[in-house]
């Protein structure tokens, strides 16, 4: 696992803290990227603001694990959840 967001701006004003997507179409311009905030969403096109959504999502791809890994991790958090109730 890698981790780290340095470099990146602070959650609040940063379009790479939340949820969202690149839309991409070949051979046409611009890639656009729409992040979702608490009151609504935002469409970027800067390409500086493209790549930090880049840059955060390769982040956390990176720090995600494996599916079954995660199942695993879900199933037994639940277990003890259940058994400390």
């Known amino acids: 696992m890698s ?3 340095s470099g990146l701006r602070h959650p609040d004003t ?13 051979g046409l311009e611009p890639t656009v990227v729409f992040a979702e ?3 609504g969403g935002m469409y970027f096109e ?3 603001d493209i790549d930090r959504c880049r840059a955060a999502h ?5 720090a995600a694990l494996e599916a079954d890994i995660s199942r695993s991790l879900l199933r037994e ?3 003890r959840f259940e058994s400390e109730r």
């Open 3 to 5: 981790g780290g967001a």
């Open 14 to 26: 940063s379009p790479i803290s939340r949820p969202g997507c690149v839309s991409r179409w070949p």
């Open 37 to 39: 905030n608490y009151t």
């Open 46 to 48: 800067e390409r500086g």
């Open 58 to 62: 390769r982040t956390l791809t990176d």
């Open 77 to 79: 958090m639940a277990r």
